[in-house]
């Protein structure tokens, strides 16, 4: 499953915490592919509001998902699509950076 952590300073919380949703339909597209499709209810997010930093955005996002050879071809224009969804469609967000981390393994208890 995999899991975002999106950080940000807390003035810029609320918006991003009505645009989860549709942040999380979005990535979970753009994360599919023909080895695994995922849905929204698979994307974990959260925002984690920064207190005291030197980001590089004003808001930066982690996304860390298991390692399909199409999403390794893919990183960087995942990572530009997810980039430029977010400033697009929340404006309120800033700037923003997207980390792309892609694991061998990963292993989850329900």
């Known amino acids: 499953m995999p899991s975002i952590n999106?950080?940000?300073d807390r003035k810029r919380v609320s918006s991003l915490k009505k645009f989860l949703p549709e942040l999380g339909e979005f990535t979970a597209r753009e994360l599919s592919c023909s080895d695994r499709v995922l849905n929204k209810n698979e994307i974990s997010l959260r925002i984690l509001p920064?207190?005291?930093?030197?980001?590089?955005?004003?808001?930066?996002?982690?996304?860390k998902a298991h390692n399909y050879s199409?999403?390794?071809?893919r990183q960087d224009d995942i990572c530009f699509s997810v980039k430029d969804y977010i400033e697009k469609r929340c404006p309120e967000a800033g700037s923003v950076y997207v980390w792309l981390q892609l694991s061998e393994l990963?292993?989850?208890?329900?």
């Open 106 to 110: 990963g292993h989850s208890t329900r």
């Open 50 to 63: 920064t207190e005291t930093s030197l980001q590089i955005a004003n808001t930066e996002l982690e996304i």
């Open 70 to 73: 199409e999403r390794v071809k």
């Open 6 to 8: 999106i950080y940000t």
